[in-house]
């Protein structure tokens, strides 16, 4: 067996990707979402490429399934065991106001995903040290579980009591209680996710995973049972919502850390092109049909964090740094009086946009496309879908056209503005307001619309250059082909780093060593194969929030403080003179994988001829004109196209503008400049 097959389900179709180890070849393949039975659009994909799942040495799979859940609430009915006194702590929270809604009179806070007559307090008390100051009461532990799944009617219960992260023992035996009473419930427990201080946002993070664990079992449960019908015999990986993948059984018992799955693909994907091809500053912009995924990668590491909110709730998770707006090609474009916006809500993949003739009529960012010229009906898809060219016009000019007085290029046009706008808001976010300048970084577009719509960013944001890897449309699922199997272990032990020896240090980062090592033996990695690197999050004392300093390495306490102090310095432009502490040691464990080559070939000295032309809208000039069209495979290494143009592939559309040019690079890569705009 040398195939590995990779299949990432985003909102309006799911991609599936193979590579073969022996041959070295990557075929790839779309089909539609399905989201009533997410597992059946799984299978017609990997149906349509045509891989023989008897040979086939791993699946790695990504899905937004969790996340879905969440933002839709459709999750499981969950419970809440906590400590008696605290059962309100998950309600309570930070008491703060979402920062969007700081001046906001009407602001009403969202309805907890818990309601309280859900959430049970039992005696047992640990202290700050993780010593037992009150034994748990196990017959309230029992009566506690008989309420809630017997009167309450939840499927899965949350168990987060004070200072587990130091001494996980009440939650296990707790646990243990609740799967002995009753089987069928799923059941998360804080310490089994995070070892981390914050009783608030270990409760939160135990919540959600309990929220969709009943869902996303049942879902992997029958992907796995469907796959082995077809004569699947290999492991089975989930991708991370912080890199890397799983496998499915530790998927399914910690589900939240796959919560976002499905875009974490392409920053796996873009980082590690971004390292081949000497690009490690990089904006990644992936643009599918439900939304928009923006990330930075610094130094050829895309931005993690360990804090990240969803639906208003806290993560204790690794998870990238990803901004997400709702401005994918089937976001809604609609009217708030006379005000023309776009999205969040989105036609998905049924109906889908009024171009897919599926029974749609409302407007979206691909029937605008269409409209301007960029997506040929009679091609899209490299033929398999024909589009309703004629119904997207009508509908944009009966919905937005009309009532503000406009033509259907205009306001089509304006789609385009407004889309445009909302994107560099998210950007601005993740780069100015941490201190980057995003003229100093390349962006990457990918996604079935990112090629599309990224080298108008770049136009506005002063952008360089845009790359345009090769497939880009399925280019999520060609970086789950790239994973590794990475695990996150980490331990809080605050403490001034004066007090501390290189050898407390070195301790605490042994114990997760072994834990890290044993956990990829388990799954069959030679030690050989394993990486292993080490962070402290540290702050100075009185600070609330930390930075990450590199600890592979270090050499003595001052070697830690000086690291620190340079960290603090380029995150914030200056140092101060308060001691530093350490609030959390961490290790990512990192089982390497083979992955696919990036294929490198000599330039041709050759320039391409269009096998078309097209009328398109072209924001250089701010008018319809005339664009070449080009099949991308004619392109070349060496090859230079000057704008405006389209090049075609079977499963996206690349349009950039009359002040533009593209080159192809000896990967493949389009790498189209990022133009003017005039001031």
């Known amino acids: 067996m040398t195939e590995r097959l990779a299949v990432d389900i985003g909102g309006t179709f799911v991609d599936a990707i193979t590579f073969d180890r022996e041959t070295r070849s990557v075929s790839v393949e779309k089909a539609s979402t399905t989201p009533a039975e997410p597992e059946s659009g799984v299978l017609e994909s990997i149906d349509k490429i045509g891989t023989t799942l008897e040979d086939t ?99 899965g219960i949350a168990i987060c009591f004070l200072h587990s992260y130091r001494n996980p023992v009440h939650e296990q035996q707790a646990a243990e209680i609740v799967r002995e009473a009753y089987p069928d419930v799923s059941v998360s427990i804080s310490s089994a996710i995070t070892r981390e201080y914050r009783e608030y946002e270990r409760t939160s993070t135990a919540v959600m995973d309990a929220y969709i664990k009943p869902i996303f079992e049942s879902y992997i449960e029958n992907l796995d049972s469907a796959l082995s019908e077809q004569g699947f015999d290999a492991p089975f990986f989930v991708t991370r919502s912080g890199g890397g993948t799983l496998t499915a059984e530790s998927a399914t018992d910690a589900p939240v850390h796959t919560i976002l799955s499905g875009p974490a693909g392409g920053l796996i994907g873009a980082s590690h092109v971004g390292r081949e091809t000497g690009r490690e500053n990089l904006i990644t912009v992936d643009m599918g049909g439900t939304s928009l995924d923006a990330c930075v990668i610094e130094d050829g590491t895309p931005a993690v964090k360990y804090d990240s909110r969803l639906e208003h709730q806290p993560l204790m998770i690794p998870v990238y740094d990803i901004r997400t707006i709702g401005a994918g090609g089937g976001s809604i474009a609609w009217l708030d009086g006379e005000l023309l916006k776009v999205g969040p809500q989105s036609a998905g993949a049924d109906p889908g946009p009024v171009a897919y003739g599926q029974g749609g009529t409302e407007p979206t960012v691909t029937d605008a496309a269409v409209a301007l010229g960029y997506i040929d009906p009679a091609d899209f898809l490299g033929g398999e879908m024909e589009l309703d060219a004629d119904g997207a016009r009508d509908a944009i000019d009966e919905v937005l056209a009309e009532p503000l007085d406009s033509s259907v290029t205009d306001v089509s046009r304006g789609v385009f503005d407004v889309a445009l706008a909302n994107t560099v808001g998210a950007i601005r976010e993740i780069t100015i307001e941490k201190g980057l300048d995003p003229r100093e970084f390349s962006m990457m577009a990918f996604g079935g619309a990112g090629p599309m719509f990224v080298p108008l960013l770049a136009r506005e944001m002063g952008v360089d250059e845009v790359v345009v890897p090769e497939a880009p449309s399925v280019f999520s699922a060609m970086g789950m082909l790239m994973a590794d199997v990475v695990y996150d272990f980490a331990r809080t032990n605050i403490a001034a780093l004066s007090d501390l020896e290189l050898s407390d240090l070195e301790s605490t980062f042994e114990d997760l060593d072994d834990e890290a090592i044993d956990t990829l033996t388990d799954e069959g990695f030679d030690e050989e194969g394993i990486d292993l690197e080490h962070t402290l999050e540290m702050r100075y004392l009185g600070q609330e929030h930390t930075v990450e300093v590199d600890a592979n390495g270090i050499e003595s306490t001052a070697d830690v403080s000086d690291r620190f102090e340079r960290k603090h310095e380029d995150r914030y432009g200056h140092a101060m003179d308060d001691p530093p502490e350490v609030v959390h040691q961490r290790v990512r464990a990192i089982g390497r994988n083979d992955k696919p080559p990036l294929e490198r070939a000599d330039p041709v000295d050759a320039s391409p001829n269009p096998v078309d032309t097209r009328d398109a809208y072209c924001f250089a000039v701010d008018d319809r004109t005339t664009f070449d069209v080009y099949d991308r495979s004619d392109l070349r290494p060496g090859a230079a ?27 493949g890569q389009l790498i189209i400049d990022g133009g003017e705009v005039d001031e």
Not at 97 to 112: A, G, T
Not at 641 to 665: L, N
């Open 641 to 667: 196209v000057d704008g405006p143009a389209v090049v075609r592939e079977p499963t996206t559309t690349i349009v950039f503008h009359s002040d533009q040019t593209a080159t192809v690079d000896e990967y």
């Open 57 to 155: 040495e791993a699946f790695v799979h990504g899905t937004t399934l969790g996340l879905n859940a969440v933002l839709e609430r459709e999750g499981a009915t969950t419970g809440i065991i906590t400590n008696e006194g605290f059962a309100d702590v998950y309600e309570i929270g930070r008491t703060n106001v979402e920062r969007d809604s700081m001046y906001d009179i009407r602001y009403q806070k969202p309805e907890s995903l818990v309601a309280r007559r859900r959430r049970v307090g039992v005696p047992g008390r640990l202290n700050a040290d993780g010593e037992e100051v009150e034994p748990l009461d196990e017959e309230a532990v029992s009566e506690a579980a008989s309420t809630l799944v017997e009167e309450r009617g939840v499927d």
